[in-house]
């Protein structure tokens, strides 16, 4: 079993910044691969970036690539989702979420957070 934590959300302005972090507890949590998923009001939740178990691999959405960048703190079992250049279409929900495999599918993933809101002011 895995729990999984979410912070940093708020409401910043359009081009501003901010960090998400995951801290992820439980036995086995570094063994997991890891993902950031959002949900804005009305939508489907969507892939928005994920990391391997070692960090050495990451995939990002479409929308997100190059503006956001994930990381793995192991060994303090964190996660991070650094959000740049954020625009009004970056407001959602941001969950954290544990797969035990490599995927950007949303049914892969067996854990989830409670969610973080951000909120991106025009």
């Known amino acids: 079993q895995v729990q999984l934590v979410e912070s940093g959300g708020g409401l910043v302005q359009a081009g501003g910044s901010l960090r998400l972090s995951c801290a992820a507890s439980?036995?086995?949590?570094?063994?997991?691969?890891m993902g950031w998923f959002r949900q804005a009001p009305g939508k489907e939740r969507e892939f928005v970036a994920v990391i391997s178990r070692v960090g050495g691999t990451t995939t990002y959405g479409n929308s997100v690539q190059g503006r956001f960048t994930i990381s793995r703190d192991s060994a303090k079992n964190m996660v991070y989702l650094q959000m740049n250049s954020l625009n009004s279409e970056d407001t959602a929900v941001y969950y954290c979420a544990a797969a035990s495999v490599y995927s950007t599918k949303l049914n892969s993933y067996d854990y989830w957070g409670q969610g973080t809101q951000v909120t991106v002011s025009s």
């Open positions: 439980g036995r086995t949590a570094s063994t997991y691969v």
